[in-house]
C-alpha cells in the first residue's frame, strides 16, 4: 500500500524560507517520481514541482521557478522542497502526490497523494 505524509508546513513572513519533507512508503522515489502540487482557498490545486526518477530530471511551475528546488534522499525514501523568497501568494495547503505522470503538471495523473501541510506566508 502506498503512502506518502507531508510534513513541514508553518507560518513565515515574506521573504522567508520553508522546507517541506515528503516520506513515501510502499513506493520507491529512486525508480519512481513525485509531484508538489498546492491549492489556495478558492482555486484549483495547481503542480509545484516534479522529480523524475532518482532526480534525473526536475520540473517547476513558472510561478515557483528559481525559488523553490525539489530534491530527495533515496536513503530516507524522502522528497524535499526547499521554499526560498516565499511570497503572501505561496499561501496554500501543500500536496505531494506519487506517480509518474505523462504530464507531471495534471493532478488527475496522480493516484498517490498525501493529506497536504499548510504553509503561510504574511506581508
Known amino acids: 500500500q502506498v503512502q506518502v505524509v507531508e510534513s513541514g508546513g508553518g507560518s513565515v513572513q515574506a521573504g522567508g524560507s520553508l522546507r517541506l519533507s515528503c516520506a513515501a512508503s510502499?513506493?520507491?522515489?529512486?525508480?519512481?517520481?513525485m509531484a508538489w502540487f498546492r491549492q489556495a482557498p478558492g482555486k484549483e490545486r495547481e503542480g509545484v514541482a516534479h522529480i523524475y526518477r532518482g532526480g534525473s530530471r526536475t520540473y517547476y511551475a513558472d510561478s515557483v521557478s528559481g525559488r523553490f528546488t525539489v530534491s530527495q534522499d533515496n536513503a530516507k525514501n524522502t522528497v524535499y522542497l526547499q521554499m526560498n523568497s516565499l511570497k503572501p501568494e505561496d499561501t496554500a495547503l501543500y500536496y505531494c502526490?506519487?506517480?509518474?505522470?505523462?504530464?507531471?503538471?495534471?493532478?488527475?495523473?496522480?493516484?498517490?497523494w498525501g493529506q497536504g501541510t499548510q504553509v503561510t506566508v504574511s506581508s
Open positions: 510502499g513506493y520507491t522515489v529512486t525508480t519512481g517520481c
Open positions: 502526490a506519487a506517480g509518474c505522470a505523462v504530464t507531471w503538471y495534471r493532478k488527475n495523473q496522480y493516484a498517490y
